[in-house]
């Protein structure tokens, strides 16, 4: 059962439907053997039974491997293409030379790129005894990028490293699993790139991504890299008769996951309607540092022309604008952007799965999916707090009152003092955190924003003030752990006061002391036009008071 949240609750009869979806995952393949310099020897001496090791008999390896793997693409003509280090245009590549036939399995392209990858490196030392010993700095050598067509899982890459132990990565995409198992089942499916939009059966859609986190898809993940790894890949320098004489099979990690929650809108006017508006709203208040827009060259439709109940794979890309909300803590990134017509997706991307701390075996897929899930949950929350704000007037005056936090008092958060503005700003930069944060990651944070003017912020005080939030019930601890998070009625209250004061007080106050000369614009906003009302007023207000000439 999927875990509901606070934004799309909110945005109610708006919906049309909602869907999550482990998008990309990266596994690694190793060969424990392989690893360390004893299993690595043993590992030879059951292949090549008398035959020492020595560096050229394994550079002959990697040699042999890629005049293999070049003679196998020019007598099947499948294109082998070589890139540069660095280059990211490979997966845009292989998809355009993807086959067009539908019932086609197998490999369609190879690349080749260097990478660095574990490289043993072996001599005699003058004793005549074997030295076996790794790279200090993985050297870059030469992989090889297989894309694959597989009937359940489509377009699958395997990288595989040209040197014993032949290090692995296979990169798989979880919509094209779905959108499989939706052919096979006869589910209502339309898709738009890597995205299922309207006309789909959003909640078969869920029911069979879920499937996908559970034993039965995790089988089939494990039953996909077996299937291609050694028939497709590491067959060009161990046929089958040497794997299993040398007992040579990989044992699969996690390395990236990817896991969104999509929610398709009515219509693409409302979508940009909330989208914009929570992004002005909340970017700066999450310390969002930089918004990418790429404008697109058509219109969202104003309602839904797609038929429903049809079973398809649309090809046409559609490029609307598209702005992108991204926060980074660490290797963990949460994600926001409008994607298709009418969906708004929220993605969180984990480039080393050590962040989550469960492991990081095959099997341990689960645990981390339910994680993700939980951070996409608590993201919603975060932005749904910060977005609807609001202020208790009755409370409002007791913040500044001192308060007890445990057994000991301690002051008020008095929003009026510089320290306490730059912690509340720093404290809502760090909510959506999806960990936490601790009092060294506050002080750091406040350095950050506030620059030179909180230099000597140390640790120790942003430990106080979190006492002090504390005291108030607008931050809680984590249990069992230093780490702090703020509770949605904190954000909302501190949300709500920085808006009041930076939204507010400040451009109303500055444009009554400072009125613009000359002709008002033709064009001006809903919000400027609030802002000239309430400075005409304020400033008659201040004049009848006697407080301003």
Not at 442 to 462: C, D, F, I, N, W
Request: aromatic share 10%.
């Amino acid at each position: 059962m999927r875990t509901s949240d606070d934004f799309s609750s909110y945005l109610g009869d708006g919906l049309q439907g909602t869907y999550d979806c482990v998008d990309r995952i990266s596994l690694r393949g190793y060969f424990p053997m392989g690893q360390a310099s004893g299993g690595f020897i043993m590992w030879w001496n059951r292949l090549y039974p008398g035959l020492p090791i020595t560096e050229k008999r394994l550079r002959s390896m990697a040699g042999d491997f890629a005049r293999r793997v070049r003679t196998f693409a020019r007598r099947k003509e499948i294109p082998f293409l070589s890139f540069a280090v660095g280059d990211k245009t490979k997966h845009a590549q292989a998809d355009a030379l993807r086959p067009a036939d539908p019932n086609f399995q197998g490999v369609f392209a190879i690349f080749a790129s260097k990478a660095p990858a574990l490289v043993w490196k072996a001599w005699k030392n003058k004793k005549g005894k074997l030295v076996l010993r790794r790279s200090r700095n993985w050297p870059l050598v030469y992989h090889y990028h297989f894309h694959i067509v597989d009937r359940q899982w489509g377009h699958i890459t395997i990288r595989i490293s040209g040197h014993p132990p032949f290090g692995l990565q296979i990169s798989l995409n979880g919509h094209e699993w779905v959108e499989r198992k939706a052919r096979a089942q006869g589910v209502p499916l339309v898709k738009q790139g890597n995205c299922f939009v309207g006309g789909s059966d959003f909640p078969q859609v869920n029911q069979l991504a879920q499937t996908l986190e559970g034993p039965k898809g995790l089988a089939q993940l494990a039953e996909v890299c077996e299937r291609w790894v050694y028939s497709a890949c590491l067959c060009f320098v161990l046929d089958g008769e040497a794997q299993r004489r040398s007992g040579f099979r990989y044992q699969y990690s996690c390395y990236q996951v990817e896991y969104s929650r999509n929610l398709l809108f009515k219509s693409g006017r409302l979508l940009d309607e909330v989208y914009q508006g929570l992004i002005e709203r909340t970017w700066r208040q999450l310390d969002v540092p930089r918004l990418k827009t790429i404008f697109g060259r058509k219109k969202r439709p104003h309602q839904n022309r797609i038929g429903g109940g049809r079973l398809e794979r649309i090809v046409e890309r559609f490029d609307y604008d598209l702005t992108v909300f991204k926060v980074h803590f660490g290797k963990l990134t949460l994600k926001m952007y409008d994607k298709s017509d009418r969906v708004l997706r929220v993605e969180v991307i984990v480039n080393n799965i050590s962040e989550l701390r469960v492991g990081k075996r095959l099997e341990k897929l689960p645990g981390m999916v339910e994680q993700l899930e939980g951070m996409v949950v608590r993201f919603l929350g975060v932005v749904q707090a910060a977005h609807l704000s609001f202020l208790d007037g009755e409370r409002l005056d007791q913040l500044a009152i001192p308060s007890r936090c445990g057994n000991h008092r301690v002051a008020g958060v008095d929003l009026n003092k510089a320290r306490m503005r730059a912690v509340a700003e720093a404290l809502l930069a760090l909510a959506a955190a999806p960990r936490g944060f601790t009092a060294r990651d506050l002080a750091q944070r406040v350095h950050e924003q506030a620059g030179r003017t909180m230099s000597g912020y140390s640790p120790r005080k942003a430990a106080y003030d979190l006492r002090k939030l504390r005291g108030k019930s607008l931050v809680a601890p984590i249990p069992k752990t230093r780490r702090y998070r703020p509770q949605k009625p904190g954000i909302r209250k501190l949300a709500g006061l920085l808006v009041i004061r930076e939204k507010v007080i400040h451009p109303v106050l500055a444009g009554v002391c400072r009125p613009k000369a000359g002709r008002p614009p033709k064009l001006a906003s809903r919000l400027d036009m609030h802002y000239q009302n309430l400075q005409r007023e304020m400033l008659a207000t201040l004049q009848f008071l006697k407080l301003a000439a």
